[in-house]
């Protein structure tokens, strides 16, 4: 079967190689022309490729069940396995987005049958009602199926249909900075091996290490918080890392330093696209959605990556069993990822916008759902909710589990007074005027 493959990120690499492996022939085409030798990456287009991420224990472990080459590679070139002790089990992976696409693409087109094409794709061709190639540069690409990997902004596919979408905006932006630890000098407080984060009043805190002594500071906020919409500039977001306990530890120009401009991201999305129309209709039978084509959730919990290589694979064990009928395999992918991926999308949506009602000044509503991170912070004054919680954390079972085995106990608190306290830090408005200060004395 040959494969035409749009976009060259995680998924399409991954989903594109393990397909060559299984002796399929493949061609990926993307604009990007790749890593300059050992020089940053740019990958232009992509707006999250140098901002922070989390890699959990799942992304290896895909790795491992499906691309060892990749797993090497990536761990040759500094990806930094964390754990509690030597001998305890791997809880995820410290390591830029970039270390780990270099390695998965360096994999990807050192296996037979993997062809990776620069160039843009126009269209895809469609030939007595499924999809039959692509159109690249103008020219015809024959395939048996297409793969849309082009992520949440590809627009080749547009055209064909819309797709049923459930999310959207959820009411968040965020900017971040990369800084590299001094030499000899430790890391920072951490709130878990793979990351630490405060909730403060009117916006949260994120630190994500990377390799080599390389992290990330994230600061999420509001969308239509403009008095903290000078954190893009330089000079406030350095005040505001003074001013707010823990990422003051962190960025200590005696223990760090930036090594990166402030990366603006934008406002952020929780949105699940499903391969059909609202009637149920797949767009084109014999193209498949992958990626964040499908699923685009928040940050906060690192869960992208998982998501993506967890499409990948269940598409891989479709394909394994039956690639003739497309339209039966469009519409059983599309059953599993309502299954499998809308829940987690339906879950940030539902914290995101608890998140933002509680920046508001609204009080938690105990009658009504609760959300996830409402239920964990319960755990401050309910310890036994952290024994129900462990599948949800580690996305080892879905949300549902969390909200069955732990809410009832976390609503108990809640309804008998209990609030979860703000981190320390000054109040929105306080690191607002302390930004907008900032801003006025660098000019």
Not at 3 to 14: K, N
Not at 16 to 45: F, I, K, N, Y
Not at 256 to 285: I, K, M, N
């Amino acid at each position: 079967m040959h494969v035409a493959v749009i976009g060259a990120g995680p998924a399409g690499l991954f989903l594109g190689a393990a397909l060559a492996l299984r002796g399929h022939t493949v061609t990926a085409v993307d604009r990007d022309p790749g890593p300059p030798g050992e020089e940053r990456w740019e990958r232009r287009g992509v707006m999250q490729f140098h901002h922070a991420h989390a890699f959990r224990p799942t992304v290896a472990a895909a790795l491992a069940r499906e691309l060892p080459d990749a797993l090497d590679r990536w761990l040759a070139l500094g990806a930094e396995p964390v754990s509690t002790d030597a001998t305890g089990p791997t809880l995820g992976h410290r390591s830029h987005r970039e270390t780990f696409e270099r390695a998965l693409r360096a994999s990807a087109c050192a296996t037979p049958g993997f062809e990776l094409r620069r160039g843009h794709v126009d269209a895809v061709v469609v030939e007595d009602g499924r999809a039959a190639g692509l159109v690249v540069d103008g020219a015809t690409l024959e395939a048996d199926i297409v793969i849309d990997a082009s992520g949440r902004n590809g627009r080749v596919t547009r055209g064909l249909g819309g797709r049923r979408e459930v999310g959207g905006p959820c009411g968040q932006a965020y900017v971040d900075r990369i800084y590299r630890l001094r030499p000899g000098a430790e890391a920072g407080p951490m709130s878990n091996p793979m990351a630490w984060r405060a909730e403060c009043d009117g916006y949260l805190c994120l630190i994500f290490p990377h390799e080599r002594g390389a992290f990330s500071v994230v600061i999420i906020r509001g969308a239509d918080d403009h008095g903290l919409r000078g954190l893009r500039h330089p000079a406030a977001f350095e005040a505001a890392t003074r001013a707010i306990p823990g990422l003051d530890a962190w960025t200590d120009p005696e223990r760090s330093e930036p090594v990166s401009d402030v990366l603006a991201g934008g406002a952020l999305l929780d949105v699940y696209r499903s391969q059909t129309d609202e009637d149920g209709r797949l767009v084109l039978p014999g193209l498949f959605f992958v990626g964040d084509s499908v699923a685009t959730t928040t940050p906060v919990f690192g869960r992208g990556i998982t998501t993506t290589l967890w499409q990948c694979e269940a598409l891989l064990s479709l394909l394994d069993h039956d690639d003739g009928d497309l339209a039966a395999l469009g519409l059983a992918f599309d059953a599993w990822a309502g299954d499998e991926m809308l829940p987690w999308v339906e879950d940030h949506i539902h914290l995101d916008g608890a998140r933002l009602r509680r920046w508001a000044g609204e009080d938690i509503h105990v009658d009504e759902r609760l959300s996830s991170e409402a239920i964990l912070a319960a755990a401050a004054v309910r310890p036994d909710i952290m024994e129900c919680a462990g599948g949800y954390l580690s996305m080892a079972a879905l949300p549902g589990s969390l909200r069955e085995r732990a809410e009832g106990i976390a609503r108990e608190a809640y309804a008998a007074g209990w609030r979860p306290a703000y981190d320390p830090g000054p109040s929105n408005a306080e690191l607002a005027a302390i930004v907008a200060e900032a801003n006025v004395l660098s000019g």
